[in-house]
């Protein structure tokens, strides 16, 4: 069945190193992938997006890319500040089938980044 | 601030009483969502609800009960609580139907017991 899928549960950095955050998806018909940040007590937060025809996007000091050969997708971190600490989670996005009209997201467990000053 | 905001951020419920989690956005979205998070499963969507006046049918909606009477306001009912129903529940909202949650409340934090 659908799954995603995170390579690490927790990642320790020092400020400044970058980080990266990997995820692993396995429906290859999903059209849309997206990170998302959770600090401790609060809601999720969007980080950033990518849709299946990129492979490379970029936002504010982060990365996402995109691998569909090995159905694989990256968030990258630069100059990691210890406001980065949360957990990281990626969500895969197929499209609404059997009447739904909504496009179904599935979640991945969360990676912990924790950032030492 | 613009966002959401829901209520109660945590309760205590005895098994079988009937609970209303609320939940409004000041951001005119169209599309809102009612998720739980529960560990070890991450984000499962419950009901959700494209434009005011409709309502439609998550992942793992039984035991609960939406309502979308106007655009900014996004209830979700249990109406006779069971334990398996602790957990997180955050609601959540996009501009448009169909685009993933871009703006999540921090959450109403539920135990029944």
């Known amino acids: 069945g659908e799954s995603v899928g995170l390579h690490l549960p927790t990642l320790s950095v020092q400020e400044g190193d970058n980080s990266i955050i990997n995820c692993a998806y396995s429906?290859?018909?999903?059209?849309?992938f997206i990170w998302y940040k959770q600090e401790s007590g609060k809601g999720p937060q969007f980080i950033i997006d990518i849709r299946s025809n990129m492979d490379k996007r970029q936002g504010q000091r982060v990365t996402v890319l995109l691998n569909k050969t090995v159905k694989h997708l990256s968030l990258q971190i630069a100059a990691t500040q210890p406001g980065d600490s949360a957990v990281y989670f990626c969500?895969?996005?197929?499209?609404?089938?059997?009447?739904?009209?909504?496009?179904?997201?599935?979640f991945g467990q969360g990676t912990i980044l924790t950032v030492h000053p | 601030i613009a966002g959401i905001t829901q209520a109660p951020t945590s309760q205590i419920l005895a098994a079988g009483r009937r609970m209303t989690l609320r939940c409004t956005q000041d951001m005119r979205h169209n599309a809102m969502y009612w998720y739980r998070q529960d560990l070890g499963l991450g984000l499962r969507l419950i009901h959700y609800s494209n434009t005011a006046g409709t309502t439609g049918k998550g992942e793992v909606p039984d035991g609960y009960s939406v309502s979308r009477a106007n655009t900014d306001d996004f209830p979700l009912t249990l109406a006779s609580a069971v334990p398996s129903q602790t957990s997180v529940y955050f609601c959540?909202?996009?501009?448009?139907?169909?685009?993933?949650?871009?703006?999540f409340g921090d959450g109403t934090r539920l135990s029944i017991l």
């Open positions: 959540a909202s996009s501009a448009r139907q169909g685009e993933q949650p871009q703006h």
């Open positions: 969500a895969e996005r197929s499209q609404g089938a059997g009447g739904t009209s909504y496009g179904k997201l599935t």
């Open positions: 429906n290859s018909a999903s059209d849309y």
